[in-house]
Structures are given as C-alpha cells and as structure tokens.
C-alpha cells in the first residue's frame, strides 16, 4: 500500500512534483537529471504518487481566453434544504463550469464558469434559476486574473 505520508514529507517527491507542475510532459531522463536520480526511480515514484492519487492525471492548462471564453464568472446559488449535493452534480454537468465549491456564509455552493460571452453567461443564469431547487443566484464577473491555478507551491 502507498504511504501518503511518505508521498508528504519526502523530498524526492516534492522535487518530482515541481518539475511535473512546471511542466507534465518532461521527460522520465530530464526529470531525473533535475532531481538527481535515475529514471527507474523517477518512474517509480510518479507509478506511486499517481495510484495514492496524489498525482490525479495529466492535463495541459489550456488559456480558455484565446479559445473565445473571455468571461469568467463566480456564481454563487442557495439551494432548497436536502438538494445541494443534487443540484451540484446536476448543474456541474453543463461544460461551462470549471470548478464547484462548497462554501459557509449566506450562499451554499460558488460556481466558476467560462463563458463565450454575456450572453452566454445570461443563458446559464436564467436557465439555473430555472432549476427547481435553485432559490437564488449572485453572480459575479471576474475582471482580471491576477493567479489561477489549482495546485499548491511545493516549499524547497
């Protein structure tokens, strides 16, 4: 069995994950050359990190801008008491949506979208108001990205 904590606090990993992070294409050998271990040891390590799930999969970061989504939005939906997990996995489905969150405050779930444009930003909204559990919506534009990303630095 894989130890997660281990995969934690060993140095060798984190160096491995860096690289990764930087960029999930480089090569087992140039990976190794920059960790300093051999490739069979780099191979290992990531089979191990991937099946504790600590290395989820492989994706590249795709600038949704230049493939004509230039909105994002944060919306935030109150959903009907007993009906969140529902309305999450329901409205997830829709392939504007990037990200779901749970959250505390007066609001119960925040989702982040990418949208073409307003309009297609308004089509989401209204047809989610629709949904029968939805109570309310706030939505948000967001106006510049100053950091986006999904993974946490990795101390050296």
Not at 52 to 65: M, N, S, T, V, Y
Not at 80 to 97: F, K, N, T, W, Y
Not at 102 to 115: A, C, L, Q
Not at 129 to 149: S, W
């Amino acid at each position: 069995m894989f130890n997660v904590e281990r995969a934690v606090t060993d140095e060798l990993d984190r160096r491995i994950l860096r690289i990764l992070m930087q960029d999930a294409h480089t090569p087992f050998r140039e990976i190794a050359a920059q960790a300093g271990t051999t490739v069979g040891t780099v191979h290992n390590r990531i089979k191990k990190l991937r099946e504790g799930g600590i290395i989820k999969r492989f994706l590249p970061e795709i600038d949704a801008g230049k493939l004509g989504f230039g909105i994002c939005a944060l919306i935030e939906l109150k959903i009907a008491g007993g009906q969140l997990l529902q309305v999450q996995r329901e409205l997830s489905e829709d392939p504007h949506i990037v990200a779901v969150y749970d959250v505390t405050g007066e609001m119960d779930t925040v989702f982040i979208g990418k949208f073409r444009d307003t309009a297609d930003l308004d089509r989401f909204v209204k047809n989610t108001l629709q949904h029968p559990h939805v109570k309310e919506t706030r939505t948000r534009l967001v106006l510049n990205v100053v950091k986006e990303g999904f993974s946490p630095r990795l101390e050296e």
